[in-house]
């Protein structure tokens, strides 16, 4: 007799709170090792990527972007310390260890509901570090909007994002706004026609409906394009790092393969 191979798809009641929530939280689905092997390879690429040529660094919206043509990668900058990392994306291409943690079925699994098909693939992939005293806040905003004008299926693509390091109001945990999901896309800033467009209109929405994911290390949040969120600068003495791993209906090309961001420029 065959033993069936493990699931970790969402059960009954997970699938409940998905769809009244908008997101589902699981404690304990990386272990110690796990997670300090993971940050060793985020630390890696950080390193790696800091000690490639320089380009001109960007404030766009909230934020400051460097477009690191030859790892075909965005790198952010903290606008207050541009010396100090506070993200890259996408990194599956550049890390081979990194993209091999995105393929365990302890992430890829649960997020074949929130798809919606069984068959899923990368769409892209985010590494955020809020360094100690030095990480700043990820501004209150929705997926879609940045997604939507890539592809056609962003509406299904679906997030697990896994906490390294203990999560807590002090140093910038997650706060997510549950049900906001069922609305699709919120009113955008105005103020703003390029980037910034994309974020939220924090005057139209109501914060006391955020809630906090103080979380220990090793936990995963899974969640929808739609669902409202933020996080809030890190005051701590220690670093708050997190993988956000997004995934789409297999066959999709993956967001590398449709950012212009990448696209050699035509001689002169």
């Known amino acids: ?14 699938r409940g ?14 272990s110690p090792p796990e997670c300090a092997a993971i940050a060793a390879d985020c630390e890696a690429l950080i390193t790696d990527l800091q000690a490639a040529s320089r380009r001109t ?23 207050a310390a541009p010396e100090v990392v506070q993200g890259v994306e996408p990194f599956a291409h550049i890390s081979p260890a990194l993209k091999a943690w ?15 098909q069984d068959d899923i693939g990368l769409f892209t992939e985010k590494l955020n570090v809020k360094r100690a005293r030095h990480g700043g806040p990820i501004v209150l ?10 592809t056609p299926v962003a509406h299904r693509v679906a997030t697990a994002m896994v906490f390294l390091d203990d999560a807590t109001l002090e140093n910038g945990c997650l706060e997510v706004a549950a ?14 026609a390029g980037f910034g467009g994309f974020e939220m209109d924090m005057a139209r929405f109501d914060l006391g409906r955020l809630r906090p994911l103080e979380v220990p290390a090793g936990t995963v949040a899974y969640f929808g394009a ?8 890190n005051r701590s003495v220690g670093d708050r790092r997190a993988l956000l791993y997004s995934y789409q209906p297999a066959g999709e090309p993956h967001s590398l393969e449709l950012n212009q961001l990448f696209t050699p420029k035509p001689a002169a």
């Open 1 to 14: 007799m065959l033993t069936k191979a493990r699931t970790f798809e969402m059960d009954a009641a997970e």
């Open 17 to 30: 709170r998905l769809d009244v929530d908008g997101y589902v939280v699981r404690a304990g689905v990386f």
């Open 57 to 79: 660094k960007h404030v766009v919206g909230s934020y400051m972007f460097e477009i690191a043509r030859e790892a075909k990668t965005v790198v952010k900058w903290e606008p």
């Open 102 to 116: 995105g393929l365990d079925a302890r992430l890829v699994d649960p997020c074949k509901v929130i798809v919606g």
């Open 141 to 150: 905003h929705q997926d879609f909007p940045y997604w939507e004008g890539l």
């Open 179 to 192: 049900g906001t999901h069922k609305v699709g896309k919120w009113p955008q800033r105005t103020d703003d």
């Open 226 to 233: 739609f669902l409202v969120h933020r996080s809030l600068p």
